[in-house]
């Protein structure tokens, strides 16, 4: 099984810092890339039966899809600033290119896709949010390409974890297609922290413990969660972001908690 920790490293001569595809992270359906631009670079990509999403986490930046262009989009510096993202999708077979105006940084999620589908923005004022969890258990949650938006496979989402608080708690698991109790989907996590210097530490575990790792991550790292339950904490003094790109066998989010921590959600 490939390391469930993907670390960030210096960009190549495309502007990627870091790429997950199917066969790296030994599994069907999920890629990620994470692309830094400066101003004026470009970069591009599409294949051929799989879809993908553009996200812009931070600066400002020109999108073709196609023969569709999306001008001067993104209206955050940084992942942590409280404004959502603005993203576009593309179909599956469609080539795009990317063009920075500031500093930017995109990441690209993909997965199978039929293609046919029309390339839209996905502007920031349409990404609903959310607070989910009390207390410690507290986090915000922004729903950039839910099962509401259309899409052949991908589920995409962020969290903004503030620190000294759990997020993905109770632990719960999404890798079995038995609706309607849980769906399957494979999952990477992107994480990013505030300030950069520090560290937050996701688990991913079976219930038969045949996987069972805690996963130390920093500034820039994904983590694989190809099965199991996969809980995340963020140490006192630092604010976690993740990214969650999703995709498996049918386009649904249905999971379950780990029995022996459910009562937590349910405790008033």
């Given at each position: ?45 599409g294949?051929?039966?799989r ?21 001067n ?45 029309e ?39 962020e ?33 990013r ?33 190809p ?11 630092y ?30």
């Amino acid at each position: 099984m490939p390391d469930l920790r993907v670390r960030s490293k210096q960009r190549d001569d495309s502007g990627a810092v870091l790429t997950v595809t199917p066969e790296s992270a030994g599994w069907t359906y999920v890629g990620f890339k994470v692309v830094k631009l400066e101003p004026g670079e470009s970069a591009g990509g599409g294949e051929v039966g799989r879809e993908a999403c553009l996200i812009v986490l931070s600066g400002r930046c020109d999108i073709e899809v196609g023969k569709q262009r999306f001008d001067n989009i993104g209206e955050r510096m940084s992942v942590f600033d409280d404004i959502s993202p603005a993203a576009v999708y593309a179909p599956a077979g469609v080539l795009y290119a990317i063009t920075a105006r500031t500093p930017l940084e995109v990441a690209i999620g993909s997965a199978p896709g039929a293609g046919g589908g029309e390339a839209r923005l996905i502007p920031s004022e349409r990404i609903t949010k959310e607070t989910r969890g009390e207390g410690t258990n507290t986090r915000y949650v922004r729903n950039i390409l839910p099962e509401t938006e259309v899409a052949d496979s991908l589920l995409i989402a962020e969290v903004i974890t503030p620190g000294g608080n759990w997020s993905s708690y109770p632990p719960h698991k999404h890798d079995r297609l038995a609706e309607p109790h849980e769906s399957h989907l494979e999952e990477v996590y992107y994480h990013r922290l505030n300030p950069p210097q520090g560290f937050a530490f996701q688990r991913v575990y079976t219930d038969d413990r045949s996987l069972d790792e805690t996963v130390s991550v920093e500034d820039g790292d994904v983590v694989l969660v190809p099965r199991g339950y996969h809980p995340v904490g963020a140490p006192h003094g630092y604010d976690l972001y993740y990214l969650n790109i999703m995709a498996g066998p049918k386009r649904t989010w249905i999971f379950n908690n780990d029995p022996a921590h459910a009562w937590i959600a349910k405790k008033k």
